[in-house]
């Protein structure tokens, strides 16, 4: 059965440094997306992505972030200037026509 | 702005023992329903979906239900494999899904 990966699974960074967080995606699916798990509250949306641009964005998803689908299979997500409360679970997930959003594993980032 | 509550935070349950957990949402323009079970440590894995009021689905020891104001999911004959978080979540209008904190079950044999 088709899944969404991820990788890494774990990533350590100093504070300041960037990170690239990379998703392959369901290959069929259209609509792409990030979303964020601090350690014991809610997964919160980050953003959605459409036709090679973001089609919508929480206020999370600020200067610092960015994100990209630089070839056909791969969608990634960058922090530019990384901070302690960026410390999360990331998730991406992809969209079927069934508007059921199927979610990869995970990305554990810590920032120190 | 869409809100998405579950009840109760945590569960504890004797194998065997049925229960149901709640999902109270309120959202401009439904466009779904959703019900994942994330294990510690991994992504949502998706259950259902429900899109209208009065509609049911199943899957094994699993079954959601869905109001105009909440949902429920109901666990029959639990089995400790069953202990996981279940999250619901609603998608509205835009093109994203809000979610709930989730209920911990816990299945003890």
């Known amino acids: 059965e088709p899944e969404v990966t991820q990788t890494p699974s774990h990533q350590v960074t100093q504070m300041g440094q960037e990170v690239i967080l990379r998703c392959v995606p369901i290959?069929?699916?259209?609509?792409f997306y990030w979303y964020r798990q601090i350690l014991g509250q809610k997964v919160e949306f980050l953003v959605s992505?459409?036709?090679?641009?973001?089609?919508?964005k929480s206020e999370i998803f600020d200067d610092q972030f960015s994100v990209e689908r630089p070839d056909g299979s791969n969608f990634t997500l960058k922090i530019r200037s990384t901070k302690l409360e960026d410390s999360a679970m990331y998730f991406c997930?992809?969209?079927?026509?069934?508007?059921?959003?199927?979610f990869g594993p995970g990305t554990r980032l810590l920032v120190l | 702005e869409d809100q998405v509550t579950q009840s109760p935070e945590a569960l504890r349950l004797q194998e065997g023992e049925s229960s149901s957990l709640n999902c109270s949402y309120t959202?401009?323009?439904?466009?779904?329903l959703f019900w994942y079970r994330q294990d510690p440590g991994k992504g949502p894995e998706f259950l259902f979906t429900?899109?209208?009021a009065g509609e049911e689905k199943e899957k094994e020891r699993l079954k959601a239900t869905l109001t105009k104001k909440e949902s429920f999911l109901h666990i029959t004959a639990p089995k400790p494999e069953d202990s996981a978080t279940y999250l619901c979540?609603?998608?509205?209008?835009?093109?994203?899904?809000?979610f709930g904190g989730g209920t911990r079950l816990m299945v003890k044999p």
């Open positions: 992505f459409y036709n090679n641009e973001i089609s919508e």
């Open positions: 979540a609603v998608h509205n209008a835009g093109n994203m899904l809000t």
């Open positions: 997930a992809s969209l079927t026509g069934q508007e059921t959003q199927y």
């Open positions: 429900l899109y209208s």
């Open positions: 959202v401009s323009g439904l466009r779904g």
């Open positions: 290959s069929n699916h259209l609509y």
